[in-house]
C-alpha cells in the first residue's frame, strides 16, 4: 500500500502534529501580567538586596571575621537541635492526629477537628508565656522543645488531613487486593500519597522555628533569631546583625532546597474520576480510649494550658507598675495594620498567581521562585534591613513610620497571600474566561463577572491568612512600630517582659480570640476546597 | 456562501508544527464536522476560528470579513461566533438563566428570549437551577442556548458529546442538530468519533498531519476516500493487492468491475484496491467459485457482524473483514467460500 505516500502532503512531512501537552492556554504573552509580577518580585527582594547593601558597608572582612567566630557556631548548633526535633515532634503528631480523624472512626471527630487547629491562633510567645509563667522547669532546650512542638503541630495537621481527604481511596483497595497487608499498605500507599502534604508542613514548622523571636526570648533559649534582634536593637551592632543575618538566610535557604529536593518530582496523583468516594473508616475498636486521651491530652496541653494560664494571671491581677496603651487602642492599631498589610498582600499577590495558575514559559517559574526568597527572610532580618536602610540611607524617610510597617508586614507574608490567591484562581480556569469572551464581554468584564468573582472566597481566605499573621507578629513589628505607637503583641510584650503578667494577660487573649475568627474561616475554606497544595507552599 | 474561510493556516507550539497548511470552507448554514484522531489539531483549528489563539500564517474570514491574518487580528469577545465546549463550561456561579444571558446586554438579560431559548433546548423552567444541580447532558443543552442566545454569525462545538453515554449521546446529538437548522446556523463540529461526524454533519473534514485531507459529503468520503489510509479511517476497510486491467481489476476475490477515483487516471498495472466489508458476501465452502478461507475471528453486534476470514491459499495475506446483516451462525475455524461485489476502488501502487 506504497499510495499513502503518494498524498499532497505540505509542511514538514513526518513532523510531530500533536499539540505540545497542556496545550498552551494562552496564544499571546500577558505583557501586562508579567511586567506587574517584576515590580512585585523587585519589591519582594528588597529586604534581601538592602541587606547585602549593608553587609558591603559593615565591610567584607569585618563580617567575615564575625561569621566565622565561636558564637556563630553556637547558634547554629542551637537552632539546627531544636528544629530538627520539633519537626520532627510536629510530623508525628500532625499525621498522627490527621489520621485518627480522617482514617477512623473516633467519636466526636467534627469537635476535635476544631480543637486541634485552634492552637494555630495562639501566638508562639503567647504559648510560651503560658508555659513558662506557671512552670519554672520551662526553660531553655527542653522548655522550646514542648512549648514549639505545641504551638506549631497545626501546620503540619492541617495539610496531611487534606491530603489524606483528597487521596484516591482506590489506591489502597488496590494495594489490598493485590496482597499487600494492612500496616505495608499504610507504610507504602497511604504515607506515599500524604507525603508532599508532610514535607510541606515540616518545612513551614522549620521555617517558622528559623523565625521565633519571642517564644525563644521568654524561654531563654539562644537562636540566630534571638542574637541577631540583640545584636540590633539592644547592642547597636550592625555588621554583627548583618553577619548573622547572612546565616540565617543561607540556613533558611538550606531548608528550602532541602524540601524541594525531598519531595522529588514524585506527583501524588488521582487517576480515577474525581469522585467524592471515600474508604469506609477504620474501626478503632480497643484503641478508641487511648485514643481518646491522646487527643484530650494534646488539647489540654497545647489549647487549656496557654488559654488557662492567661485566665489565671487576670484573676490574680499583679503589679501595674508600667502604664501602657488601653486594649481597645492597642486592638485596632493592630486590626488597622492587618487589614492594610492583607489587603496590600492580596493585591500584589494577584498578577504572580495569575501568572502561577494561567500562564506557561520560563519567566513564570523564575518570578514563582523568587517570590519563595520571601520565606528565607525571616522577619527579624527583613525588619532590620528595612529599618536600618531607611534609617541610614534614606534620609529617614518613611523610618518607623505606620506604612514602612504594613510594607514590612506585606513582604514577609507575602508567599501565604500567593498560596491562598493562588488556589482561588485555579477554581476560575481559564475556558471560563475563554467562554465569557466569546460571548462579547471584554477582557475587564470578564475579569469582574468572571475570575474575581469565582476566586472570591479563596481570596477572602488569602485575606484572612495575611491578616492572622499580622495580629500574632511580634518581632518585626517591635523593630519597626511607630513610636508612641502599640499593637497587642507589642504591648503584650511590654508587660510580659516587666513580669507584669496580670496586665499583659488580657492582650494575649484578644489576641487569640482575634486571630480565631479568621482561623475558623481558613479551616473551612481549606476544609471545602481539600486542596493539598493549598497549604504546603509549594 | 462561504460563511467560514480558513486558508493556508499554520500554527506551532513551542517549535512543533501542529497546523501546517489548512484550507476549509464553510457554506452557510451548513454543519461541518472536523473529524481527526485526537492530537490531529482538531481543538487547536477551533481555538484559532474562535479567536482564542492567533494563527502563525494565513487567513481567517467570517463572513467575508478577515478576522485573523496578516494585519488583521479581531478579538475573540468581537467574533460573534457561539461556543459550546467540551466540558460545557458553564459559569458554576450563575444560574442556568443567568448564565443563558451572560453574553447579552445588561437589560436583556432577564427578558423573555432566554425562557424561550431554554424551552427550545428542553430546559425549560430549570433556569433558576445551577451547574451543579444539572446532569452532563442538560449542561450540554445550556451551554448551546447560551452560545445561541447572543445570535453568533457561527456556532463552534467542540466535541460537545463526548463526555455524555452513547444512548443520551444519540439523542442530544440529534436536538443539537434539530436546533442549528432552526436557527439556521453555521456550525463547526469538532469530533473525534467518525460515526458521530458521518451521521449529523452535511460536510466532513478530514483533519490529518496539519493538513485537510479531504473535505467531502459523508457518503462522497466513505464511498470515495482520496487515498488508502483515509479509507482506513473513515469505516473498515480491506486494502488489497490487485491488477488493473482494461475494464476489470484483478484480485484475490476474483476480477472486479472498477470506479473511477475522483477524476484520477488511471492507467493499467499494480494498484491497491478498496473492497468495504459490505461489498463481500460470506458462505459455508460449498465448491463455488470464489475465495476460500477459513473464519478465525467473529464479532456480533446485534443488528450485524464482524467476521474476519483468513485466506487459505496464500497463507501470507492479512484477513479479510467480512460485515454480514443479522449474523453468521458459522463457528470460529469453519471453511468459507467469499464472493465480492463491485464496483471498487483503486488507487495506483
Same mark, same amino acid.
Given at each position: 500500500?506504497?499510495?499513502?505516500?503518494?498524498?499532497?502532503?505540505?509542511?514538514?512531512?513526518?513532523?510531530?502534529?500533536?499539540?505540545?501537552?497542556?496545550?498552551?492556554?494562552?496564544?499571546?504573552?500577558?505583557?501586562?501580567?508579567?511586567?506587574?509580577?517584576?515590580?512585585?518580585?523587585?519589591?519582594?527582594?528588597?529586604?534581601?538586596?538592602?541587606?547585602?547593601?549593608?553587609?558591603?558597608?559593615?565591610?567584607?572582612?569585618?563580617?567575615?571575621?564575625?561569621?566565622?567566630?565561636?558564637?556563630?557556631?553556637?547558634?547554629?548548633?542551637?537552632?539546627?537541635?531544636?528544629?530538627?526535633?520539633?519537626?520532627?515532634?510536629?510530623?508525628?503528631?500532625?499525621?498522627?492526629?490527621?489520621?485518627?480523624?480522617?482514617?477512623?472512626?473516633?467519636?466526636?471527630?467534627?469537635?476535635?477537628?476544631?480543637?486541634?487547629?485552634?492552637?494555630?491562633?495562639?501566638?508562639?510567645?503567647?504559648?510560651?508565656?503560658?508555659?513558662?509563667?506557671?512552670?519554672?522547669?520551662?526553660?531553655?532546650?527542653?522548655?522550646?522543645?514542648?512549648?514549639?512542638?505545641?504551638?506549631?503541630?497545626?501546620?503540619?495537621?492541617?495539610?496531611?488531613?487534606?491530603?489524606?481527604?483528597?487521596?484516591?481511596?482506590?489506591?489502597?483497595?488496590?494495594?489490598?487486593?493485590?496482597?499487600?497487608?494492612?500496616?505495608?499498605?499504610?507504610?507504602?500507599?497511604?504515607?506515599?500519597?500524604?507525603?508532599?502534604?508532610?514535607?510541606?508542613?515540616?518545612?513551614?514548622?522549620?521555617?517558622?522555628?528559623?523565625?521565633?523571636?519571642?517564644?525563644?526570648?521568654?524561654?531563654?533559649?539562644?537562636?540566630?533569631?534571638?542574637?541577631?534582634?540583640?545584636?540590633?536593637?539592644?547592642?547597636?551592632?550592625?555588621?554583627?546583625?548583618?553577619?548573622?543575618?547572612?546565616?540565617?538566610?543561607?540556613?533558611?535557604?538550606?531548608?528550602?532546597?532541602?524540601?524541594?529536593?525531598?519531595?522529588?518530582?514524585?506527583?501524588?496523583?488521582?487517576?480515577?474520576?474525581?469522585?467524592?468516594?471515600?474508604?469506609?473508616?477504620?474501626?478503632?475498636?480497643?484503641?478508641?480510649?487511648?485514643?481518646?486521651?491522646?487527643?484530650?491530652?494534646?488539647?489540654?496541653?497545647?489549647?487549656?494550658?496557654?488559654?488557662?494560664?492567661?485566665?489565671?494571671?487576670?484573676?490574680?491581677?499583679?503589679?501595674?507598675?508600667?502604664?501602657?496603651?488601653?486594649?481597645?487602642?492597642?486592638?485596632?492599631?493592630?486590626?488597622?495594620?492587618?487589614?492594610?498589610?492583607?489587603?496590600?498582600?492580596?493585591?500584589?499577590?494577584?498578577?504572580?498567581?495569575?501568572?502561577?495558575?494561567?500562564?506557561?514559559?520560563?519567566?513564570?517559574?523564575?518570578?514563582?521562585?523568587?517570590?519563595?526568597?520571601?520565606?528565607?527572610?525571616?522577619?527579624?532580618?527583613?525588619?532590620?534591613?528595612?529599618?536600618?536602610?531607611?534609617?541610614?540611607?534614606?534620609?529617614?524617610?518613611?523610618?518607623?513610620?505606620?506604612?514602612?510597617?504594613?510594607?514590612?508586614?506585606?513582604?514577609?507574608?507575602?508567599?501565604?497571600?500567593?498560596?491562598?490567591?493562588?488556589?482561588?484562581?485555579?477554581?476560575?480556569?481559564?475556558?471560563?474566561?475563554?467562554?465569557?469572551?466569546?460571548?462579547?464581554?471584554?477582557?475587564?468584564?470578564?475579569?469582574?463577572?468572571?475570575?474575581?468573582?469565582?476566586?472570591?472566597?479563596?481570596?477572602?481566605?488569602?485575606?484572612?491568612?495575611?491578616?492572622?499573621?499580622?495580629?500574632?507578629?511580634?518581632?518585626?513589628?517591635?523593630?519597626?512600630?511607630?513610636?508612641?505607637?502599640?499593637?497587642?503583641?507589642?504591648?503584650?510584650?511590654?508587660?510580659?517582659?516587666?513580669?507584669?503578667?496580670?496586665?499583659?494577660?488580657?492582650?494575649?487573649?484578644?489576641?487569640?480570640?482575634?486571630?480565631?475568627?479568621?482561623?475558623?474561616?481558613?479551616?473551612?475554606?481549606?476544609?471545602?476546597?481539600?486542596?493539598?497544595?493549598?497549604?504546603?507552599?509549594? | 456562501?462561504?460563511?467560514?474561510?480558513?486558508?493556508?493556516?499554520?500554527?506551532?507550539?513551542?517549535?512543533?508544527?501542529?497546523?501546517?497548511?489548512?484550507?476549509?470552507?464553510?457554506?452557510?448554514?451548513?454543519?461541518?464536522?472536523?473529524?481527526?484522531?485526537?492530537?490531529?489539531?482538531?481543538?487547536?483549528?477551533?481555538?484559532?476560528?474562535?479567536?482564542?489563539?492567533?494563527?502563525?500564517?494565513?487567513?481567517?474570514?467570517?463572513?467575508?470579513?478577515?478576522?485573523?491574518?496578516?494585519?488583521?487580528?479581531?478579538?475573540?469577545?468581537?467574533?460573534?461566533?457561539?461556543?459550546?465546549?467540551?466540558?460545557?463550561?458553564?459559569?458554576?456561579?450563575?444560574?442556568?438563566?443567568?448564565?443563558?444571558?451572560?453574553?447579552?446586554?445588561?437589560?436583556?438579560?432577564?427578558?423573555?428570549?432566554?425562557?424561550?431559548?431554554?424551552?427550545?433546548?428542553?430546559?425549560?423552567?430549570?433556569?433558576?437551577?445551577?451547574?451543579?444541580?444539572?446532569?452532563?447532558?442538560?449542561?450540554?443543552?445550556?451551554?448551546?442556548?447560551?452560545?445561541?442566545?447572543?445570535?453568533?454569525?457561527?456556532?463552534?462545538?467542540?466535541?460537545?458529546?463526548?463526555?455524555? +453515554?452513547?444512548? *443520551?449521546?444519540?439523542?442530544? &446529538?440529534?436536538? !443539537?442538530? @434539530?436546533?442549528?437548522?432552526? $436557527?439556521?446556523?453555521? /456550525?463547526?463540529?469538532?469530533?473525534?468519533?467518525? +460515526?458521530?461526524? *458521518?451521521?449529523?454533519?452535511? &460536510?466532513?473534514? !478530514?483533519? @490529518?498531519?496539519?493538513?485537510? $485531507?479531504?473535505?467531502? /459529503?459523508?457518503?462522497?468520503?466513505?464511498?470515495?476516500?482520496?487515498?488508502?489510509?483515509?479509507?482506513?479511517?473513515?469505516?473498515?476497510?480491506?486494502?488489497?493487492?490487485?491488477?488493473?486491467?482494461?475494464?476489470?481489476?484483478?484480485?484475490?476475490?476474483?476480477?472486479?468491475?472498477?470506479?473511477?477515483?475522483?477524476?484520477?487516471?488511471?492507467?493499467?498495472?499494480?494498484?491497491?484496491?478498496?473492497?468495504?466489508?459490505?461489498?463481500?458476501?460470506?458462505?459455508?465452502?460449498?465448491?463455488?467459485?470464489?475465495?476460500?478461507?477459513?473464519?478465525?475471528?467473529?464479532?456480533?453486534?446485534?443488528?450485524?457482524?464482524?467476521?474476519?476470514?483468513?485466506?487459505?491459499?496464500?497463507?501470507?495475506?492479512?484477513?479479510?473483514?467480512?460485515?454480514?446483516?443479522?449474523?453468521?451462525?458459522?463457528?470460529?475455524?469453519?471453511?468459507?467460500?467469499?464472493?465480492?461485489?463491485?464496483?471498487?476502488?483503486?488507487?495506483?501502487?
Amino acid at each position: 500500500m506504497a499510495s499513502s505516500q503518494t498524498l499532497p502532503r505540505s509542511g514538514t512531512p513526518g513532523a510531530p502534529a500533536t499539540p505540545p501537552a497542556g496545550r498552551a492556554r494562552r496564544a499571546q504573552r500577558p505583557v501586562f501580567l508579567i511586567a506587574a509580577s517584576c515590580l512585585v518580585a523587585a519589591l519582594l527582594a528588597m529586604p534581601l538586596v538592602f541587606l547585602l547593601f549593608e553587609a558591603q558597608g559593615a565591610g567584607a572582612s569585618a563580617v567575615s571575621h564575625l561569621i566565622f567566630r565561636s558564637l556563630t557556631a553556637n547558634l547554629l548548633w542551637n537552632t539546627i537541635k531544636l528544629t530538627v526535633v520539633v519537626t520532627a515532634l510536629c510530623a508525628i503528631i500532625g499525621t498522627g492526629a490527621a489520621w485518627c480523624i480522617e482514617r477512623t472512626n473516633l467519636p466526636g471527630k467534627r469537635v476535635w477537628e476544631i480543637l486541634i487547629v485552634v492552637p494555630l491562633a495562639i501566638p508562639d510567645f503567647v504559648v510560651s508565656f503560658g508555659w513558662a509563667s506557671l512552670w519554672t522547669w520551662v526553660q531553655g532546650f527542653r522548655g522550646a522543645v514542648v512549648v514549639m512542638t505545641l504551638a506549631v503541630y497545626p501546620l503540619v495537621y492541617l495539610p496531611v488531613a487534606a491530603s489524606f481527604r483528597a487521596a484516591d481511596p482506590g489506591q489502597e483497595e488496590v494495594a489490598r487486593s493485590l496482597g499487600v497487608g494492612r500496616f505495608r499498605t499504610f507504610t507504602r500507599i497511604t504515607l506515599a500519597q500524604a507525603r508532599g502534604a508532610i514535607l510541606g508542613g515540616c518545612l513551614l514548622v522549620a521555617m517558622v522555628m528559623l523565625a521565633e523571636y519571642g517564644a525563644f526570648e521568654i524561654l531563654g533559649y539562644q537562636t540566630f533569631t534571638t542574637e541577631i534582634f540583640g545584636e540590633f536593637s539592644l547592642s547597636f551592632s550592625v555588621p554583627a546583625a548583618c553577619a548573622l543575618s547572612l546565616v540565617l538566610v543561607a540556613l533558611s535557604l538550606l531548608v528550602l532546597g532541602g524540601e524541594g529536593l525531598a519531595r522529588g518530582r514524585g506527583r501524588v496523583s488521582r487517576s480515577g474520576p474525581l469522585v467524592a468516594r471515600n474508604l469506609p473508616p477504620r474501626r478503632l475498636g480497643k484503641a478508641t480510649l487511648p485514643v481518646l486521651a491522646c487527643f484530650a491530652l494534646l488539647v489540654v496541653l497545647a489549647l487549656g494550658v496557654p488559654v488557662g494560664s492567661s485566665i489565671y494571671w487576670i484573676f490574680q491581677g499583679g503589679t501595674h507598675a508600667l502604664s501602657g496603651v488601653t486594649l481597645p487602642t492597642a486592638a485596632l492599631t493592630t486590626a488597622g495594620y492587618g487589614i492594610a498589610a492583607a489587603a496590600l498582600d492580596t493585591v500584589l499577590a494577584l498578577p504572580m498567581a495569575m501568572l502561577a495558575v494561567r500562564g506557561t514559559g520560563r519567566i513564570r517559574h523564575v518570578l514563582e521562585r523568587s517570590s519563595y526568597l520571601v520565606l528565607a527572610m525571616p522577619g527579624v532580618v527583613a525588619a532590620f534591613a528595612l529599618s536600618y536602610f531607611t534609617e541610614h540611607y534614606a534620609n529617614g524617610f518613611g523610618y518607623q513610620s505606620a506604612p514602612l510597617l504594613i510594607l514590612c508586614y506585606a513582604i514577609m507574608f507575602f508567599p501565604l497571600a500567593l498560596v491562598g490567591v493562588k488556589a482561588s484562581l485555579s477554581r476560575a480556569p481559564a475556558n471560563l474566561d475563554d467562554m465569557a469572551r466569546s460571548l462579547g464581554q471584554r477582557r475587564l468584564a470578564v475579569l469582574l463577572r468572571v475570575t474575581l468573582r469565582l476566586a472570591l472566597p479563596g481570596l477572602a481566605a488569602a485575606f484572612c491568612l495575611v491578616f492572622l499573621s499580622v495580629v500574632t507578629e511580634l518581632t518585626a513589628t517591635l523593630l519597626l512600630i511607630p513610636t508612641g505607637a502599640q499593637t497587642l503583641s507589642t504591648q503584650f510584650w511590654a508587660y510580659e517582659s516587666n513580669l507584669s503578667y496580670g496586665q499583659a494577660a488580657p492582650f494575649a487573649l484578644v489576641m487569640i480570640a482575634i486571630a480565631a475568627v479568621p482561623s475558623y474561616v481558613l479551616g473551612r475554606f481549606f476544609n471545602r476546597s481539600g486542596n493539598v497544595e493549598g497549604i504546603s507552599i509549594t | 456562501m462561504t460563511q467560514l474561510a480558513v486558508t493556508g493556516l499554520t500554527k506551532a507550539f513551542g517549535g512543533r508544527p501542529v497546523l501546517t497548511d489548512v484550507d476549509l470552507d464553510v457554506p452557510e448554514g451548513s454543519l461541518t464536522a472536523i473529524l481527526g484522531p485526537s492530537g490531529s489539531g482538531k481543538t487547536t483549528l477551533l481555538r484559532i476560528i474562535a479567536g482564542f489563539e492567533h494563527a502563525d500564517g494565513g487567513m481567517v474570514t467570517l463572513g467575508g470579513a478577515v478576522v485573523d491574518g496578516p494585519g488583521a487580528r479581531v478579538p475573540a469577545e468581537h467574533r460573534r461566533i457561539g461556543y459550546v465546549p467540551q466540558e460545557g463550561c458553564l459559569f458554576p456561579h450563575l444560574t442556568v438563566a443567568a448564565n443563558v444571558g451572560f453574553g447579552l446586554p445588561r437589560r436583556e438579560r432577564r427578558s423573555k428570549d432566554i425562557g424561550d431559548l431554554l424551552d427550545a433546548v428542553g430546559m425549560g423552567g430549570l433556569g433558576k437551577r445551577y451547574p451543579h444541580q444539572l446532569s452532563g447532558g442538560q449542561q450540554q443543552r445550556v451551554a448551546l442556548a447560551r452560545a445561541l442566545a447572543i445570535k453568533p454569525s457561527l456556532v463552534l462545538l467542540d466535541e460537545p458529546f463526548g463526555s455524555l +453515554d452513547a444512548n *443520551l449521546r444519540a439523542t442530544i &446529538r440529534a436536538d !443539537v442538530r @434539530r436546533l442549528l437548522n432552526e $436557527a439556521g446556523a453555521t /456550525a463547526v463540529l469538532v469530533t473525534h468519533d467518525q +460515526d458521530e461526524a *458521518l451521521s449529523t454533519a452535511d &460536510r466532513v473534514a !478530514v483533519l @490529518r498531519s496539519g493538513i485537510v $485531507a479531504q473535505c467531502a /459529503a459523508p457518503m462522497d468520503l466513505y464511498t470515495m476516500p482520496a487515498d488508502p489510509e483515509l479509507a482506513r479511517f473513515i469505516g473498515e476497510a480491506n486494502l488489497v493487492d490487485g491488477v488493473l486491467g482494461s475494464d476489470s481489476v484483478d484480485t484475490i476475490l476474483g476480477p472486479l468491475p472498477v470506479q473511477s477515483c475522483m477524476g484520477a487516471n488511471l492507467s493499467p498495472g499494480p494498484v491497491t484496491v478498496l473492497v468495504r466489508p459490505e461489498q463481500i458476501d460470506i458462505a459455508a465452502k460449498n465448491g463455488s467459485r470464489g475465495l476460500d478461507g477459513r473464519i478465525v475471528a467473529y464479532g456480533y453486534h446485534g443488528h450485524d457482524a464482524v467476521v474476519h476470514v483468513k485466506p487459505e491459499q496464500k497463507s501470507g495475506l492479512p484477513a479479510l473483514i467480512v460485515r454480514t446483516l443479522g449474523g453468521c451462525e458459522l463457528p470460529t475455524g469453519s471453511p468459507v467460500t467469499l464472493h465480492a461485489r463491485g464496483p471498487v476502488l483503486a488507487w495506483p501502487r
